[in-house]
């Protein structure tokens, strides 16, 4: 893969320096071309770097040139990829927020950074009923856009699941393309890179800190057009992704859950805000003009819709509730709901309790 001398400039500064974001974007301010900076880096960096070792001022341009065609050869020895603000592919929407990703580096379908995106987020404590659906309208989404997720349990994974078959998915990281975080998803982080595409704003082999989160969220949301919340609480770290979806002047919208429920009184507050709400992927597409595909959906028995009625009339119930208001024995009861797990209609959670879908 060729890069630019520019390109190649700013590859160097952010993964070749001991530097900070806002210290990079001074460098680049003063010197005014990432070429420049490169050429005369012992002049900027000492005008701009006022702290910190002598040996960040102290670099050969022959050095420099050595330690970009290191980095350059060990993406390519490991498949990855970079763009840049400079390159053909770097996401348009990307440029408008602050501060934008100066490099993103990238594992799997380049192609999909030209693609429609819309981001789905949950927290990692997701209602099983919430995941479920999370599944069912990434799935729709996933037919229109590349849909643009972390690679956290709960709500994330969600997403994940419903949109990796059909290969319209974008992970963002918090971490570098080497790590993996949660460590547990380390097979789930392969089957995306083989068949979706990851993203990292920071070099390979960067590992998580706390403020990654944060920074990451920003790229979760200037990436796309919209964005869905599954599940969050009060002060869940999914707020972030969603806030920033506002500040950029995308389209936020949520999840109802019900009154009282911790996970999703988050959600609850974002509607009050004025975040759409939304309970199936026809919400979402119909905002941008666009129709879902008919899909087919399994026939239910007497019994699967009586059962059905009851969970849509009364929520999250127990089994043996469910059985009662059904007018049913127990063990029948079960079976319907077992069926309609099955066929997508219902969804079990903790206790022997059911919601519909």
């Known amino acids: 893969m060729e890069y630019s001398s520019a390109e190649r400039a700013l590859l160097w500064l952010c993964a070749c320096t001991d530097t900070e974001e806002r210290t990079r974007a001074a460098l680049l301010r003063a010197a005014g071309d990432p070429e420049r900076l490169f050429r ?38 490991k498949g990855y990829f970079a763009v840049t603000p400079l390159s053909d592919d770097y996401p348009e929407s990307l440029r408008a927020i602050s501060p934008p990703p100066l490099v993103l580096y990238g594992s799997g379908n380049r192609a999909l950074l030209k693609e429609r995106k819309f981001c789905i987020v949950g927290s990692r404590i997701t209602p099983p009923w919430a995941e479920k659906q999370g599944r069912i309208v990434s799935e729709k989404i996933s037919e229109r856009f590349a849909v643009v997720t972390g690679l956290a349990e709960g709500g994330d994974s969600a997403a994940i699941e ?19 975080y949660p460590a547990g998803h380390a097979s789930l982080k ?17 590992a998580l800190k706390k403020y990654h989160f944060h920074a990451r969220n920003r790229i979760l949301a200037g990436l796309s057009e919209g964005v869905l919340v599954l599940s969050a609480g009060v002060r869940s770290g999914t707020l972030i992704t969603a806030d920033f979806a506002a500040e950029y002047g995308r389209d936020v919208f949520a999840f109802p859950h019900n009154l009282g429920a911790s996970q999703g009184a988050g959600c609850n507050e974002l509607i009050k805000k004025g975040a759409y709400l939304c309970t199936c992927a026809e919400d979402i597409l119909s905002c941008y003009g ?7 959906r399994e026939a239910l028995t007497p019994s699967e819709e009586r059962v059905l009625n009851v969970l849509r009339e009364g929520g999250e119930l127990h089994a043996a509730l469910v ?8 063990f029948e009861a079960i079976a319907a709901l077992s069926s309609l797990e099955i066929k997508n209609y219902a969804v079990k959670s903790g206790g022997n309790r059911y919601a519909a879908v």
């Open 190 to 206: 392969k089957k995306i890179e083989g068949a979706g595409l990851l993203l990292s704003e920071y070099p390979p082999a960067v």
């Open 40 to 77: 005369d880096w012992e002049k900027f960096s000492s005008a701009v770097i006022k702290s910190g070792e002598k040996g960040v001022y102290n670099s050969s341009r022959a050095a420099r040139e050595r330690q970009a065609d290191d980095f350059l050869c060990e993406l390519r020895n």
């Open 162 to 180: 419903g949109a990796l078959p059909r290969g319209k998915l974008i992970c963002v990281l918090p971490n570098g393309l080497d790590q993996c």
């Open 290 to 296: 666009l129709e879902c595909a008919a899909s087919v």
């Open 323 to 330: 059985a009662e208001r059904a007018g049913m024995q127990v």
